[in-house]
């Protein structure tokens, strides 16, 4: 089992950039594709971002390619989401997901993710 911690949630104006940390527990971090995803007010989570278990493949959500980066550094069993140019539709509750996979390929669907953090609030101003 695995624990997840977000972090680097904050308010920032619009074009601004935030960098989002999640840190993990346990010693079989690298084992484990991770996922970014958000929930905005009113609306459904959907998936951001993700990145697979050795970090050799991401995938990006349309709405953000370009404009964020998803990364992962193994020895401190961290996952890190760069958002840049961000704008007041980002605005959302970002949750970090994981699962216990080796695949190549990202996953993008949230009932595949087994583990879940808290959430960190970000809030993008006009």
């Known amino acids: 089992q695995v624990q997840l911690v977000e972090s680097g949630g904050g308010l920032v104006q619009a074009g601004g950039s935030l960098r989002l940390s999640c840190a993990a527990s346990?010693?079989?971090?690298?084992?484990?594709?991770m996922g970014w995803f958000r929930q905005a007010p009113g609306k459904e989570r959907e998936f951001v971002a993700g990145?697979?278990?050795?970090?050799?493949?991401?995938n990006y959500a349309d709405s953000v390619k370009g404009r964020f980066t998803v990364s992962r550094d193994n020895g401190k069993n961290t996952v890190y989401l760069q958002m840049n140019s961000l704008k007041p539709e980002d605005t959302a509750i970002y949750y970090c997901?994981?699962?216990?996979?080796?695949?190549?390929?990202?996953?993008?669907?949230?009932?595949?993710?087994?583990?879940w953090g808290q959430g960190t609030q970000v809030t993008v101003s006009s």
């Open positions: 997901a994981a699962r216990l996979s080796t695949l190549r390929f990202v996953i993008t669907t949230e009932e595949r993710y087994a583990y």
């Open positions: 346990g010693r079989t971090f690298s084992s484990y594709a």
């Open positions: 990145i697979t278990s050795s970090g050799g493949s991401t």
